[in-house]
T-cell receptor, first 117, second 112 residues
Framework: NAGVTQTPKFRVLKTGQSMTLLCAQD?????MYWYRQDPGMGLRLIHY???????AKGEVPDGYNVSRLKKQNFLLGLESAAPSQTSVYFC????????????????FGPGTRLTVT | EDQVTQSPEALRLQEGESSSLNCSYT??????LFWYRQDPGKGPEFLFT???AGEEKEKERLKATLTKKESFLHITAPKPEDSATYLC?????????????FGEGTQLTVNP
């Protein structure tokens, strides 16, 4: 049981290049999330998904796209990278909100450190 | 808009010196307040969920408490391995997708 995994762990891009970050979870969670973490700004939600085939915008969605073609995978794409997207990106997953105590916490992956030059 | 403020930003303790971290929040109907631990270069690790004022949860040297406006993470007789950044997050009852709003964290250093 690997939990939440992310690939790659590190990446350096040049301005204008594109890339896709992959998140996979083996806990059969319905909900998945992409965050970015920057010094002094905490974790901010980029996009999230409440189930296979669904996506929704979070707090800072501009410049990013996502897809959830399979329940266990959530992809984050940068079509044209900018230096402002230099950050550490975390994926998380959680159970569907059911009203049952203990089913709402999110479990995080190890992160991807992205530098855009 | 949901807001979470953590204080202090950084805390340095001697081993065995107990203290508390604060998380103040404003949310339109609290579903849950979450505490996470984050080690350098790693993802946040879930510690506790608190659902209602007056609730307390404990794990080893950590105890989390909740009031209607804030939560405290009490650290009793800390050890160097407790050094980490502690994150607080809230989930509003009406939020879609069980989204969390995070504070910026308190960086705790415990010296031997």
């Amino acid at each position: 049981n690997a939990g939440v995994t992310q690939t790659p762990k590190f990446r350096v891009l040049k301005t204008g290049q594109s890339m896709t970050l992959l998140c996979a979870q083996d806990m059969n969670h319905e909900y998945m999330y992409w965050y970015r973490q920057d010094p002094g700004m905490g974790l901010r939600l980029i996009h999230y998904s409440v189930g296979e085939g669904t996506t929704a915008k979070g707090e800072v969605p501009d410049g990013y796209n996502v897809s959830r073609l399979k329940k266990q995978n959530f992809l984050l794409g940068l079509e044209s990278a900018a230096p402002s997207q230099t950050s550490v990106y975390f994926c998380a997953s959680s159970w569907e909100a059911s009203g049952r105590a203990g089913w709402y916490e999110q479990y995080f992956g190890p992160g991807t450190r992205l530098t855009v030059t | 808009e949901d807001q979470v403020t953590q204080s202090p930003e950084a805390l340095r303790l001697q081993e065995g010196e107990s203290s508390s971290l604060n998380c103040s929040y404003t949310v339109s109907g609290l579903r849950g307040l979450f505490w996470y631990r984050q080690d350098p270069g790693k993802g946040p690790e879930f510690l506790f969920t608190l659902y209602s004022a007056g609730e307390e949860k404990e794990k080893e040297r950590l105890k989390a408490t909740l009031t209607k406006k804030e939560s405290f993470l009490h650290i009793t007789a800390p050890k160097p391995e407790d050094s980490a950044t502690y994150l607080c997050a809230v989930q509003a009852r009406e939020t879609s997708g069980s989204r969390l709003t995070f504070g910026e964290g308190t960086q705790l250093t415990v010296n031997p």
